[in-house]
T-cell receptor, first 115, second 112 residues
Framework: SQTIHQWPATLVQPVGSPLSLECTVE??????LYWYRQAAGRGLQLLFY??????ISSEVPQNLSASRPQDRQFILSSKKLLLSDSGFYLC??????????????FGEGSRLTVL | KQEVTQIPAALSVPEGENLVLNCSFT??????LQWFRQDPGKGLTSLLL?????REQTSGRLNASLDKSSGRSTLYIAASQPGDSATYLC???????????FGTGTRLKVLA
């Protein structure tokens, strides 16, 4: 069965510090991968998605970047965090196979607080 | 640009009631629609997925319907229980893309 792991679960960082959140998927190959952010009391905002290694689509101009160095690994980064980067970050995946129903599956999330 | 709206934003009901959550989307060219549950501080759990060619899906006490032409979906919860208390989100996958667009959710509280 497929599983998705996301870490760290909680992070408190000072303004101006770097960020790296990591997500890996197991039990599937060539998944579509996604990073979403959920601000307090708000819906999910799509930040980045990737359909393959090195292929990143950015949805919102911001202080963040994403990379996909391996097939099942997706990394969210920032060189210098802003207060507005605080939020709950969620990684997700979906399959591209012909039997695919297009179902989206989420990790447990990473809560980032920038002070 | 696809926009997804959920009404109501919050709902409080006594245990045992049947209830309906609403989701609307502006562009009917979708690939599928998915309902999720989110408990506080947790990730999202998939509840039901409806393909664009389907009209409804059922799982236990949950039933989701899709009217693509009118841009609407409903999630029906039968005989609600306190354990159903959570935020419910709907998402559509835009046709021809791999993008999933979310609504802002309905926060449900079922009172014992």
């Amino acid at each position: 069965s497929q599983t998705i792991h996301q870490w760290p679960a909680t992070l408190v960082q000072p303004v101006g510090s770097p960020l790296s959140l990591e997500c890996t998927v197991e039990g599937t190959s060539n998944p579509n991968l996604y990073w979403y952010r959920q601000a307090a009391g708000r819906g999910l905002q799509l930040l980045f998605y990737s359909v393959g290694i090195g292929q990143i689509s950015s949805e919102v101009p911001q202080n963040l970047s994403a990379s996909r160095p391996q097939d099942r690994q997706f990394i969210l980064s920032s060189k210098k965090l802003l207060l507005s980067d605080s939020g709950f970050y969620l990684c997700a995946w979906s399959s591209k196979t012909s039997r695919n129903t297009g179902e989206l599956f989420f990790g447990e999330g990473s809560r980032l607080t920038v002070l | 640009k696809q926009e997804v709206t959920q009404i109501p934003a919050a709902l409080s009901v006594p245990e045992g009631e049947n209830l309906v959550l609403n989701c609307s989307f502006t562009d009917s060219a979708i690939y599928n629609l998915q309902w999720f549950r989110q408990d506080p501080g947790k990730g999202l759990t998939s509840l039901l997925l409806i393909q664009s060619s389907q009209r409804e899906q059922t799982s236990g006490r949950l039933n989701a319907s899709l009217d693509k032409s009118s841009g609407r979906s409903t999630l029906y919860i039968a005989a609600s229980q306190p354990g159903d208390s959570a935020t419910y989100l709907c998402a559509v996958r835009d046709g021809g893309t791999y993008k999933y667009i979310f609504g802002t959710g309905t926060r449900l509280k079922v009172l014992a």
